[in-house]
């Protein structure tokens, strides 16, 4: 079924998100779906996790990232709302080979440098710097090279400090998401649980992260948008009704709260 998307339907999408968004498909209830179930709905196609206008490099990646673990259904309504938005149109319009391998980048030169500068805090002298290192190195070429390396230091770092790091796991599926750049949808995956490993590495995974993550996972998509924007995904035109951005560079977000500390 092909849709031509207007302001209307960008509006009725709008106002399925914003009566919130659940992990999983849901039901076909307005504040009982997911993010790509409420587009299904919006546009009156049968319930499911699969409109139509959305491009299979990006469904996945709406899809995962709307099923991690945000702190409230509202919260996820307003990381993914614009996303919904931008991604509106994308089918058969966007490269998407080109659209997965941007994904796979910005999870290496983001994200996994931000957990490798979180995870180096934990560490003093050699092993500090190195990561430190790679870090600037996944942040000025973010290739899958760099995040295997990446991934390796940190995990050398958290077997001799006895314990598991989530940086290592975030440069792990960041390397994943580089292997994976031309398979449609694959890249998108890994790189959303690059985003969501590197929650974790800044944060922590208790109750009181969960702002935090939040922010984290909302300045990705955030940066998502930006993609689909440039590329010229015909959803993008409609970001305007969406009021102001609500997570990039937020209090709280992952680029915030990895600053040096004494030693």
């Known amino acids: 079924m092909s849709v031509e998307i207007d302001e209307g339907i960008a509006r009725r999408v709008l106002e399925v998100v914003d009566a919130g968004l659940v992990r999983g498909v849901g039901e076909p209830i307005p504040g009982q779906m997911c993010a790509a179930a409420a587009v ?17 490099a ?5 899809i995962r990232l709307n099923d991690a673990r945000w702190s409230s259904p509202s919260a996820r309504a307003r990381g993914l709302r614009r996303l919904a938005i931008a991604a509106l ?4 319009t966007l490269d998407e080979g080109e659209f997965s391998r941007r994904a796979a980048r910005l999870a290496i ?8 500068r979180a995870e ?12 430190l ?5 996944c942040e000025r070429e973010p290739t899958r090279e760099h ?13 001799y400090a006895a314990y598991y790091a989530a940086a290592a796991e975030a440069a792990a599926y960041a390397d994943a998401a580089a292997a994976a750049a031309d398979r449609v949808g694959s890249a998108a995956t890994y790189a959303v649980d690059a985003v969501y490993a590197t929650a974790e590495a800044v944060h922590g995974n208790d109750a009181k992260a969960r702002a935090a993550y939040d922010a984290t996972l909302g300045d990705f998509a955030e940066r998502v948008v930006c993609i689909l924007h440039d590329m010229g995904s015909p959803g993008a035109a409609y ?8 997570y990039l560079g937020a209090p709280g977000s992952a680029f915030l709260h990895v600053t040096e500390s004494a030693t």
């Open 147 to 159: 995040a295997w390396e990446a991934a390796t230091y940190a995990r050398a770092a958290a077997y």
């Open 109 to 116: 030169q983001t994200f996994v440098s931000t957990a490798l």
């Open 58 to 62: 990006v469904r996945p990646l709406m």
């Open 40 to 56: 299904c709905y919006a546009l009156g196609l049968p319930h499911g996790d699969e409109p139509s206008c959305v491009s299979p």
């Open 120 to 131: 180096a805090l934990r560490h003093a002298g050699v092993q500090r710097e190195r990561l």
């Open 239 to 246: 970001l305007y009704l969406t009021g102001c951005l609500c």
């Open 133 to 137: 290192q790679v870090a600037d190195l």
């Open 89 to 92: 149109g994308s089918a058969g």
